[in-house]
Nanobody
Framework: QVQLVESGGGLVQPGGSLRLSCAAS????????MGWYRQAPGQQREHVAT???????NYADSVKGRFTISRDNAKKTVYLQMNSLKPEDTAVYYCNAARIIYSYWGQGTQVTVSS
């Protein structure tokens, strides 16, 4: 059992920065691969970034060099630092926790990049 709550979304100007947080509760956080996904209106949900328990990371090409995923196992929290934001980054961002057959999702947080 894992419960995920995202926070940190909001409205930001192009070129600005935001840091998203995802707080987990209810299970052993360190055993899960954590990830961020996003979904724009009318679009499929897409992978943004993933971090394993061994701290290896994977990023979508569209965010590579601009976004950084990290995790703090003591705080049971995963972060997504987003820099140099573009209007095309506008979406609902979802936190995911996965381990073997289990997959859990947060409620999502809105990120809007607009002038």
């Amino acid at each position: 059992q894992v419960q995920l709550v995202e926070s940190g979304g909001g409205l930001v100007q192009p070129g600005g920065s935001l840091r998203l947080s995802c707080a987990a509760s209810g299970s052993i956080f360190s055993s899960y691969t954590m990830g961020w996904y996003r979904q724009a209106p009318g679009q499929q949900r897409e992978h943004v970034a993933t971090i394993t328990g061994g701290l290896s990371t994977n990023y979508a090409d569209s965010v590579k060099g601009r976004f950084t995923i990290s995790r703090d196992n003591a705080k049971k929290t995963v972060y997504l630092q987003m820099n140099s934001l573009k209007p095309e980054d506008t979406a609902v961002y979802y936190c995911n926790a996965a381990r073997i057959i289990y997959s859990y999702w947060g409620q999502g947080t809105q990120v809007t990049v607009s002038s």
